[in-house]
């Protein structure tokens, strides 16, 4: 961090004179990757509501930390989610009936569920606000490490399987007739999400995280002509709303993850325009 914080005294800006608001920028631009890599594979793989049940799970899994004492709530959210993933992989490969039919039983389970749990006994729900709305200028270092090794691991996943996974979620039978392991590459890539989606749960916020899943690849996928394109616009869309959308907040006041999101509409409008214009 103190590498980082050196660098920082050299960028001109006021909001960086601040420690938390040079914790928040890193934190972006290790989760702006995440989501911009992530979301072509979303999007590629018609899962779009599939990361929104995540944060549900994820959710939960913070309550049941809550109730049960646990100092760091978020990494029981961690393992519930990534048990949510499997199984949903598991009766997904096991059942005829539609992804998003799934996805909705999965969701509304996840979500009755964490409310229960929060409220049992009659406890408030008040405490809990923080990760329906999320707070980037609250992360701490170790929350930053952690970002970075999650990174790392999702580019080394990506970099295996990016073509794979793009092939079984365009043509599932194809890939298995070259010998692809779709349900192995597909439980990997949901486990990934899981991770992904319940680390930034307090940054970003259960009410707006999967917008920021979405929108990269959706608006990528308006303009890019090949593949390659695809996931690089997807990243740098991710990263241009994610720091406007911190410098925004910043100046404004407003929430952070609010701001971004609304900056990658903004693109997704723009993108949209311009595929049209060029159409």
């Given amino acids: 961090m103190s590498i980082w914080y050196w660098f920082c005294d050299f960028i001109p800006l006021e909001l960086l004179r601040w420690e938390f608001m040079r914790n928040a920028l890193l934190a972006i631009l290790l989760m702006a990757p995440l989501f911009g890599i992530l979301s072509t594979m979303i999007v590629t793989g018609r899962m779009s509501f599939f990361s929104d049940a995540l944060g549900h799970s994820a959710f939960t899994g913070i309550a049941i930390g809550c109730i049960c004492g646990i100092a760091a709530p978020l990494w029981v959210a961690v393992i519930f989610s990534v048990v949510f993933a499997l199984l949903f992989s598991f009766v997904r490969s096991r059942s005829n009936q539609a992804a998003d039919t799934l996805i909705g039983v999965f969701s509304s389970t996840a979500v009755a569920l964490g409310i229960f749990i929060a409220t049992l006994g ?44 793009t092939l079984s979620s365009i043509h599932p039978q194809l890939a298995s007739s070259r010998g692809i392991p779709v349900g192995i590459s597909q439980t990997i890539f949901t ?46 869309f991710a990263l241009i709303a994610g720091i406007a959308g911190l410098v925004i907040s910043y100046y404004w006041g407003a929430s952070s993850g609010a701001a971004i999101s609304l900056v990658l509409a903004l693109i997704f409008a723009v993108t949209f325009c311009l595929r049209k214009a060029r159409a």
């Fill in 191 to 236: 486990t990934a999400i899981a991770v992904v989606v319940t680390l930034a749960i307090s940054s970003v916020g259960l009410l707006i995280l999967n917008s920021l899943l979405v929108l990269p690849g959706a608006s990528s996928r308006n303009v890019s002509r090949n593949l390659k394109q695809y996931h690089l616009f997807s990243v740098v």
């Fill in 122 to 165: 009659g406890g408030s729900f008040t405490k809990y606000n923080k990760y329906l709305i999320g707070d980037v200028l609250s992360v701490t270092p170790g929350e930053i490490g952690t970002l970075a090794l999650v990174l790392v691991g999702v580019l080394v996943f990506w970099c295996l399987y990016a073509n794979r996974l």
